[in-house]
Nanobody, 125 residues
């Protein structure tokens, strides 16, 4: 099991940038694929992107490709999500997730076994 703690959410205006972080701990943290999901009110949890255990592979959802960047400090087990050109439709609770087994290219939430508590991102127009 991997323990995850997100930080960095907040209220920004459309076009602004924001950085989220996720700190992972636990014996398996170093070897886990880590990902980001988001959930807007009344909607299902949506895949944003994930990064492999060594940072060598990063996959993004089409909705964020070119605007969001996922990176990982493998020594400290901290994953970051750099969000630029934010839009009101990016408003959601953002969740960090981890899984030892490599997920598919467009994974659902069920493919990740460990979750953080979530952090709110609100983008005003």
């Amino acid at each position: 099991q991997v323990q995850l703690v997100e930080s960095g959410g907040g209220l920004v205006q459309a076009g602004d940038s924001l950085r989220l972080s996720c700190s992972a701990s636990g014996r398996s943290a170093k070897y886990a694929t880590m990902g980001w999901f988001r959930q807007a009110p009344g909607k299902e949890r949506e895949f944003v992107g994930f990064i492999s255990w060594n940072g060598g592979s990063v996959i993004y959802a089409d909705s964020v490709k070119g605007r969001f960047t996922i990176s990982r400090d493998t020594d400290q087990n901290i994953m970051s999500l750099e969000m630029t050109s934010l839009k009101p439709e990016d408003t959601a609770v953002y969740y960090c997730a981890a899984e030892l087994a490599r997920p598919g290219p467009s994974p659902g939430a069920a493919e990740f076994g460990s979750w953080g508590q979530g952090t709110q991102v609100t983008v005003s127009s």
